[in-house]
């Protein structure tokens, strides 16, 4: 049976939970691809951090071109986090005629123009699935099944920490400063959250939608953004008057005359819009296409295990392609 072999970047967080994402299903997904998988070779620094996974010392390596030059891998899987850096390596892996495999929304959204290119140079696939939604499939469907359509217009909620705690402060009458906390005791939120609470997360992510479904790449810099950091109870009374809930919603729309507009802020929906239930860490993104109507795609928008089933997603369709 032929063996598809994977060099990792990065086993903290997301690199370990893609890791026990094949470990704990191996037998699936070679199933599925009529093939072997393994990671052969990661570049890690920590090497003695305990880690709930089968790893041994042979496996680590601590220069990045012991994996792009080696011959026999034939992914690589980019979960270092942070423009660079990982948008380097990517590049640099994909010129040396490995497929791609990322989480990274900072690197992908800060680069896309630059990493598809390299792609479509060294004829490789770059698969980026996981940046967006964590666990969600939604770049796949619709840049698949639904590609078709002529798509006008994008709202997510595409972050889990925001939209936990705009949950907690209306549903639990919480305070932002309350709510904040509590996100960062059960692991919502990191202990420096600006990327979050700012909008920078959703305008990454966003910028990644656009670029797909539009054809139209934004800088995420580019991007009007407001984060939730000014959000108080009184707004949060004011939504609930007006049959409404406050989400924090990366929104892009194709205008009659063509011209795309696009934003992150937080917006009042109404109760009744299927954006409204979307509660505490969950992601959705919702999207209309001039064929298929309205859809929605909802589910875990982090952690580990979600956001290493979406790359192993990848990694499975990329094998399935090269064997």
Do not use: W
Not at 102 to 117: H, M, R
Not at 149 to 165: A, D, H, K, M, P
Request: aromatic share 6%.
């Amino acid at each position: 049976m032929k063996e598809i072999k994977i060099g990792l970047l990065g086993l903290g967080n997301i690199g370990t939970g893609t890791y026990k994402s094949l470990e704990m299903n191996k037998d699936i997904i070679e199933k599925s691809v009529g093939a072997k998988v393994d990671i052969v070779k990661i570049l890690e620094k920590d090497i003695d951090r305990e880690r709930d996974i089968t790893v041994s010392k042979d496996q680590f390596v601590s220069d990045p071109e012991d994996i792009f030059q080696d011959p026999e891998i034939d992914i690589v899987i980019e979960l270092l986090g942070g423009v660079e850096p990982a948008a380097t390596f990517m590049e640099r892996a994909m010129d040396c005629g490995k497929h791609v495999v990322t989480a990274n929304k900072a690197a992908v959204a800060a680069n896309y123009p630059k990493l598809t290119e390299a792609a479509k140079r060294n004829n490789v696939m770059f698969k980026f699935e996981a940046s967006v939604g964590g666990g969600i499939p939604v770049l796949t469907a619709l840049d698949g099944a639904a590609r078709a359509n002529r798509y006008t217009e994008v709202l997510g909620i595409v972050n889990g920490t925001t939209n936990y705690i705009l949950h907690m402060m209306s549903e639990e009458d919480m305070d932002y400063e309350t709510a904040l906390k509590d996100a960062q005791a059960k692991g919502f939120a990191e202990a420096d959250p600006t990327a979050d609470v700012e909008g920078i997360d959703a305008a990454n992510k966003l910028s990644i939608l656009m670029a797909l479904m539009f054809d139209k790449y934004v800088h995420p810099k580019d991007i009007p953004t407001t984060g939730i950091t000014e959000i108080t109870k009184e707004k949060i009374a004011e939504a609930k008057a007006n049959d409404c809930v406050i989400k924090l919603i990366a929104h892009a729309t194709v205008q009659e005359d063509g011209e795309i507009t696009y934003e992150v802020r937080p917006t009042f929906i109404r109760t009744y819009h299927p954006l409204a239930n979307v509660l505490k860490e969950f992601n959705a993104v919702y999207v209309k296409g001039n064929l298929v109507g309205k859809l929605m795609f909802y589910g875990p928008g982090a952690g580990p295990l979600p956001t290493g089933s979406a790359v192993m997603g990848d990694v499975m369709e990329i094998a399935r392609r090269i064997i």
